[in-house]
């Protein structure tokens, strides 16, 4: 029997990197799964592939930005699954190092969009499908720039720090609906995201050398961490930070 036999999942960005790990874990786990992004060709070469291996997941086009595909996405899920049991918030981008003085407002305005109103969205319409449930468990990813400061990438940190503190008060608001609401906080991964950040050995040599393991984490080592908490393994934890970046913020 799987870790999330009978639960019903919904996952954003899960077309690729992290997100697709999860997605790929979870529903290897028992999981039945909606799960969104934005690049429709590659999410659907997930949900085929998944359900040719006896899985049961649903692609579908999900803007985190976009109020209207985050409550399509939560009906659909419950509609198909008649419940909405996990949420997962992983879709997010990133901007290459600029200075705070460089960062147009444009270039903010869409990291917020994205990585922290995105969640705020997520969370929103997954909410009352979940109380429906009696509960469950919400899972999101933020970021090792979400716990301490890291320059060059100011708008991402904001971002990310914003998520941290989101998690906390939600689990407090609605613990008393046995929901559940952690984040996790990665480091450095081997996904496309971070190797585009890092396009050089130099750059990637440097991030090792301030990682006390020396190694760079692969996407299912955070998906193994994520589908703890999505999991009735951690019923008792909430409002909890769980990080995974090798040591890095321990120093």
Known sequence: MGRLEGKAALISGGAQGQGESEVRLFAKEGARIVFGDILDAKGKKVEAEINEAGGVAKYVHLDVTDEKDWNSAAKLLSKLYGKLDILVNNAGIAMAGKNLEEVTREEWDR???????????????????????????IVNISSMAGIVGVPGISAYTASKGAVRLLTKSIAIEYGAHNIRCNSVHPGYIETEMISGLLANSEAMTNRLAITPLGIFATAHDVALSVLYLASDESRYVTGSELVIDGGITAQ
């Not at 994205?114 to 468990?137: C, D």
């Open 111 to 137: 990291i917020q969009e994205v990585n922290s109103k995105g969640v705020f969205l997520g969370v929103k319409a997954a909410l009352p499908y979940m109380k429906a449930s009696g509960g469950g468990s």
